[in-house]
């Protein structure tokens, strides 16, 4: 079995003792859900609170066990502290892009750390391109994974398919990509294709972003 750093142990835990009591907490959970309006009149805490809750246990458990799964990577190459920044700063801006594209729904609300561990996600994709990632079972580069699934995050936003939040998806990734990239700038130099495939589902986005909304 593959160690489990402490840190990523912390994450997990407080995620799960946090999801776990608003399972059973209607007021909690609405209290520190993320919500377009709640957010807007400056409840700002939501924004993070929101990563520590989930929908229920299928929900809390596929993001911890991909946190589990690539969390080692990102700590060995860049240490605790930079992982725990890479996490919060993933949780925000899927946040931030979250309240951006739902910005005139002022009903819409989420829940989960989806954001943050996208972000790790894609930190270790750029750590780590070769890996295989087993998408329903089927192996692929970690590459291409990565570059596919935010060509699908935009077909999903601008679909609203299935009960996803997309948006936080896209924004997590954008900010494991952004900070591994200020982590590791030679990685510009050494992997080129690798960034510039990445790049292009962001700028994608940004120009027909007002299509998405």
Do not use: C, W
């Given at each position: 079995m593959r160690?489990?750093?402490?840190?990523t142990l912390i994450?997990?835990?407080?995620?799960?003792?946090?999801?776990?009591?608003g399972f059973k907490n209607y007021t909690l959970f609405e209290k520190?859900?993320?919500?377009v309006r709640d957010v807007q009149r400056g409840e700002y805490v939501r924004m993070f609170s929101s990563g520590f809750l989930h929908a229920d246990w299928q929900h809390l458990i596929f993001n911890m066990l991909t946190l589990f799964f690539f969390a080692n990577v990102v700590i060995y190459n860049v240490g605790v502290l930079?992982?725990?920044?890479t996490?919060?700063?993933?949780?925000?801006?899927?946040?931030?892009?979250?309240?951006?594209?739902?910005?005139?729904?002022?009903?819409?609300?989420?829940?989960g750390a989806s954001g943050a561990v996208t972000g790790i996600l894609y930190a270790s994709i750029l750590f780590a391109p070769n890996m295989l990632i087993f998408v329903f079972f089927i192996p692929m580069p970690a590459y291409i994974f990565g570059i596919g699934y935010l060509l699908y995050s935009?077909?999903?936003?601008?679909?609203?398919?299935?009960?996803?939040?997309?948006?936080?998806?896209?924004?997590?990734?954008?900010?494991?990509?952004?900070?591994?990239?200020?982590?590791?700038?030679?990685?510009?130099?050494?992997?080129?294709?690798?960034?510039?495939?990445?790049?292009?589902?962001?700028?994608?986005?940004?120009?027909?972003?007002?299509?998405?909304?």
């Open positions: 160690d489990l750093h402490l840190i994450i997990i835990g407080a995620n799960a003792l946090f999801s776990m009591q520190y859900k993320f919500n930079s992982f725990v920044i996490y919060l700063l993933a949780l925000l801006l899927g946040n931030i892009f979250t309240l951006y594209f739902h910005k005139n729904e002022p009903y819409y609300s989420a829940v935009i077909y999903g936003m601008k679909t609203r398919s299935g009960n996803i939040g997309h948006s936080a998806h896209f924004g997590g990734a954008v900010g494991g990509l952004l900070y591994a990239l200020i982590l590791k700038p030679h990685l510009i130099t050494t992997q080129p294709l690798l960034i510039i495939g990445m790049l292009v589902p962001i700028v994608l986005l940004f120009v027909f972003r007002k299509r998405l909304m």
